[in-house]
């Protein structure tokens, strides 16, 4: 299983980006599918993720309507779309995917991982 990020990269404030994750070898499509991010000297925290049969997305509070998570069956691509960027978004978002059941919010709860994609918001 191999998750690959993109679509990082530096923006200013109020700006916008879409950042994309591919999944390949995921052989069951019922995988639920996340986003974290982790920014220096913190830990990874959960940002958004979205069910398997898309019917579910479920953010962190702080997101607040100007992130939104999707997804692309037919391509096994999930998408983070980030708009009102601000400086404290600033970190390494991360895909994730798995079977979380409840614990969504739980790095533990997801078995496959990416490596991320840098996310500078400059003021």
């Known amino acids: 299983v191999r998750l690959v990020e993109s679509g990082g990269g530096l923006v200013q404030v109020g700006g916008s980006l879409r950042l994309s994750c591919v999944a390949s070898?995921?052989?069951?499509?019922?995988?639920?599918m996340g986003w974290f991010r982790q920014a220096p000297g913190k830990e990874r925290e959960f940002v958004a993720t979205i069910s398997w049969n898309v019917r579910n997305t479920y953010y962190a509070d702080w997101v607040k309507g100007r992130f939104t998570i999707s997804r692309d069956g037919a391509s096994n691509t999930v998408y983070l779309a980030l708009n009102s960027l601000k400086p404290e978004d600033t970190a390494i978002y991360y895909c994730?995917?798995?079977?979380?059941?409840?614990?969504?919010?739980?790095?533990?709860?997801?078995?496959?991982w990416g490596r991320g994609t840098q996310v500078t918001v400059t003021s």
């Open positions: 070898g995921l052989t069951s499509s019922r995988y639920a």
């Open positions: 994730a995917g798995g079977r979380p059941g409840h614990q969504v919010v739980l790095t533990t709860a997801y078995d496959y």
